[in-house]
C-alpha cells in the first residue's frame, strides 16, 4: 500500500510540475460525457484459465489542456463480465459493476485547431459492487470474498477530432478483486466522447 502511495504523490508532482512549465500557457477546461464498451478478464494463480468477457460503461469526463500537455479525469459506470475455464472442462461465469475514477496525464503527439493525437497514462481507482457468480460452490465461495476498493493503471491512444474524442485504452489492477484467487483484472476498452465546452 506505501507503494502504491507513493506512485501516486509522484504522479502528482509530475502533473504540477508540467503545469508549472505551462504555467505562461492558459489553461483550457472542457467537461463532456462518455461512453463504450470494455472487454475484461482476471488473471488467477489456480487452475482456472480467464477469458475475456463484453461489458460496457458510460459517464462524465473533464479536461484541462495546458499546451500539449493535459490531465483528465472521469468518473465511470462500468459494467464487467468475465468468464474461467476449469480443467475439468467445466466453465463459470462472472460479473461485477463498479464506479471507476481514472486520472491520466496525456501529451498530443499531433497538435491542430480541430484534431489530435494523444498519448496518455495514469491511474485508476475503481469500487467494485453487485458482483454475481455463475459457479461452482467452491468458486462461488472464493468470489464472497470480493474486494470492493481496487487500484490500477492505465494507458493509451487516443484521438480528438473537434469536439469529439476517442480513447483506446488498457487498464490493469494493481489489487486483487478475490484474494482467495488473487484475481487481478485486465481489461481493454474503446470509448467515445463529446466535449459539451
Not at 6 to 32: N, R, V
Not at 130 to 143: L, T, Y
Request: with cysteine.
Amino acid at each position: 500500500m506505501k507503494q502504491q502511495f507513493f506512485a501516486l504523490t509522484a504522479l502528482l508532482l509530475c502533473i504540477f510540475c508540467s503545469m508549472e512549465t505551462k504555467a505562461q500557457q492558459t489553461p483550457a477546461f472542457h467537461i463532456g460525457v462518455k461512453g463504450g464498451v470494455n472487454f475484461t478478464k482476471t488473471s488467477t494463480e489456480s487452475s482456472l484459465e480467464g477469458k475475456y468477457g463484453f461489458g460496457y460503461q458510460a459517464g462524465v469526463m473533464t479536461r484541462m489542456d495546458i499546451g500539449k500537455l493535459y490531465v483528465q479525469g472521469e468518473a465511470l459506470f462500468n459494467k464487467r463480465k468475465t468468464s474461467y475455464q476449469s480443467q475439468d472442462g467445466s466453465s463459470s461465469k462472472l460479473s461485477w459493476n463498479a464506479i471507476d475514477i481514472p486520472v491520466v496525464v496525456g501529451y498530443k503527439l499531433i497538435k491542430a485547431d480541430d484534431f489530435n493525437v494523444r498519448v496518455f497514462a495514469g491511474g485508476v481507482y475503481s469500487y467494485a459492487f453487485n458482483n454475481k457468480v455463475s459457479a461452482s460452490q467452491a468458486i462461488q465461495e472464493g468470489f464472497k470474498k470480493f474486494d470492493k476498493s481496487n487500484i490500477g493503471v492505465t494507458g493509451g491512444v487516443g484521438l480528438d477530432y473537434k469536439n469529439f474524442t476517442v480513447d483506446l485504452r488498457y487498464e490493469t489492477g494493481l489489487t486483487s478483486i478475490s484474494k482467495e484467487f488473487k484475481s487481478k483484472p485486465h481489461s481493454f476498452s474503446l470509448g467515445i466522447g463529446y466535449f459539451l465546452f
